[in-house]
């Protein structure tokens, strides 16, 4: 068996080791990652993968995902409004919706198709300067309006949080966001702190490394 897939299923045997209940959806993060490297994990029967950019995501998934009618690949990294038309026609998923005028291209763009993207609300969790994502002061505001104004499919929340010891408390506080408006996923941990993040209800978990391996 390929080293990917065993990867892929070492890290489903941790995530069953440390819930009890449903184990959360592993999205493989392949970007950068060449399809001769994907190609073991797609022939396995996993479905959900990830990528940060539009154009890469575009060579890479489109003829692909023609002849595996079933993958749903993720768009994770930040969208420009710019990207939107090309990102609605490719991905299945949009983990980084943090403004209003992306909220607004994106609904323009997938009426164009008659298509419906599943779409996370990016939180920045930790306050942080640097990161893009809805205040959390601000998210019930920006959900009630993609959702009224740009019937928008929200289905969750997203975030990255700081890199800290105390990386529990920002799951923890997502979660208790996710109960606080209607949409119940939750897209959060990557490759070094999944366990912690289904620990705290995470139902997407994003990782690349522990399944591919470092990147060049």
């Known amino acids: 068996m390929h080293n990917v897939v065993n990867n892929l299923i070492t890290i489903k045997e ?4 440390n819930n009890s209940g449903k184990i959360p959806n592993i999205i493989a993060v392949s970007k ?30 489109t003829d692909i995902k023609n002849d595996f009618k079933s993958i749903k690949l993720h768009m994770i990294g930040k969208l420009q409004s ?9 991905f299945d998923y949009i983990h980084s919706l943090d ?8 609904s323009v763009e997938q009426k164009k198709i ?3 993207v599943k779409i996370f609300i990016q939180v920045n969790i930790g306050d942080e300067n640097q990161k893009s994502g809805i205040d959390i002061k601000n998210l019930k505001d920006f ?8 019937d928008l499919d929200i289905i969750g929340l997203m975030c990255i949080p700081p890199n800290t010891n ?12 996710s109960n606080e408006i209607k949409p119940k996923e939750l897209s959060m941990g990557m490759s070094n702190d999944f366990v ?14 522990k399944i591919f391996g470092n990147r060049n």
Request: charged share 25%; aromatic share 10%.
């Open 166 to 177: 105390d990386i529990k408390n920002y799951f923890a506080k997502m979660k208790n966001l």
């Open 14 to 17: 941790k995530l069953q080791l």
């Open 114 to 116: 008659k298509k419906n």
């Open 99 to 106: 403004n209003l005028k992306l909220a607004e291209k994106i």
């Open 32 to 61: 950068t990652f060449s399809i001769s490297d994907i190609s073991p994990l797609i022939n396995f029967g996993h479905i959900h993968f990830g990528e940060n950019k539009v154009q890469e995501a575009i060579e890479k998934w």
């Open 143 to 150: 959900y009630n309006e993609c959702i009224n104004k740009f």
């Open 196 to 209: 912690e993040a289904s620990q705290n209800g995470a139902t997407f978990i994003r990782v690349g490394s």
């Open 82 to 90: 710019n990207k939107a038309k090309q990102a609605v026609r490719l």
